[in-house]
């Protein structure tokens, strides 16, 4: 809430402090939408030595503005960005990204409103601040994909905005990582396939994701399977699913590069794909090192491309493959979502019978099998493997059993 933002600044800023204090960004945006506050962005003109006396920190961007930064355990970040002597507030509002964004809120919750930032935030509009918005800062054009994947409108000024220039040779420039992060944020959303689709619309973006645009050019698969859908479009109603279904953004991440693989399949192959599912792998690998994605979700993106044809296979695979399948999807960190990830890839209601209980069996200490600890130190590695994987099946098929699995 608001009023507990703002108690918090009373508290933090002393009295003589709190009248150059203000709220702007986010946190006003969220508030007057009625969100939860997550972090609390503030302007102010306090010396950066006083503010650096009270514990905050300030923080270099290679291609933003320096910042003040403090921890909240309630709020998450409390950052500061400092008028300049010479600078007014206005000025400082018509280089910000969007109208929405460029609303402030003294501690007494006044409000200040020069760009009409208001009106955007009840009609849930994205419009640029001014006319620099975009060339001051390129990457704001997947924070603008990124809210119109949480239920925003790029407005028509902002639209030509975006279609008026030619971006990449700019965003070749920035981090990949600021990127990255945009599109993690936009997997959050409530419609994250909408992200990907901007990126398409207005042709930006391609030297952060060419696999993106090259999915159009490619068929998902034989007709008989996809009818006329295309990489693109399966990976796009694939995401859109497992969206429905889980709002974990790996899970998300994973859905959507799933078939990465086929990306590789030879011309004269096509539409068959064979082999796509270990050919994704490396590429799958290759995606994550370029985007700077963390370890874990390179380790899932992975783990979903090489996975989910076995796990289409399901009724028809042997208990021991099941078995190994469930610990391939745990140790990479996917066994969670795999199941839901096979039914948004078919688009249908598809269950993996008994996948839970062997998630729990592929889960228990091999001491816990009955095997004798000096026993399992005297054996080497591959027949200890064997005994461990042959006491797992034994106990799933006696859970099967009582579970009508």
Known sequence: MLSDAATLLRELFPPRLQSRVLLVGGSVRDSLSGLPIRDIDLISDIPEKTLLSMHFRRVEGKTTDPILFKSDPVFGKIEITLL???????????????????????????????????????????SPCGAASLSHDPLRIFRAFRFASEGWEIGTELEAMISSGYWDEALGK???????????????????????????????????????????????????????????SHSLATLQRMAVMNGDTIARLAAFFHDIGKLSTSPELLPRHI?????????????????????????????????HMTGARW??????????????????????????????????????????????????????????????????????????????????????????I
């Not at 792998?281 to 979903?304: C, D, G, K, P, Y």
């Not at 960190?333 to 839901?340: H, Y």
Request: proline residues 4%.
């Open 84 to 126: 300049r002597k010479d600078q007014q507030l206005e000025d400082d509002l018509r280089r910000r990204d969007f109208r929405c964004n460029a609303v402030v809120m003294s501690l007494d919750g006044s409000i200040t409103d020069p760009l009409g930032g208001v009106q955007d935030i009840h009609q849930r509009l994205l």
């Open 315 to 404: 009724v028809q695979l042997r208990d021991t493959t099941k078995l190994k399948l469930v610990e391939h999807a745990r140790k990479a960190g996917i066994a969670a979502f795999l199941p839901q990830l096979v039914a948004a890839d078919h688009g249908k209601a598809y269950e993996l019978a008994g996948w839970e209980t062997l998630l729990q069996v592929a889960s228990y200490p091999a001491t816990s099998l009955g095997i004798d600890a000096a026993q399992l130190e005297s054996m080497n590695d591959p027949d200890r493997s064997a005994l461990i994987a042959q006491l797992r099946l034994k106990l799933f098929r006696q859970l099967a059993l009582r579970q009508e």
């Open 275 to 307: 082999g796509h599912d270990m050919a994704g792998v490396e590429m799958a690998r290759q995606l994550a090192i370029r985007l700077r994605l963390t370890s874990v979700q390179r380790n899932a993106l992975m783990a979903a491309s090489r996975l």
């Open 174 to 232: 920035i981090p990949v990582e600021r990127f990255t992060r945009e599109m993690i944020k936009a997997l959050g959303g409530s419609s994250p396939e909408l992200f990907f689709a901007c990126m398409l619309k207005f042709g930006v973006g391609r030297c952060y994701l060419p696999e993106l645009f090259m999915m159009q050019e490619i068929p998902a698969g034989p007709p008989a399977y996809h009818g006329d859908d295309t990489l693109l």
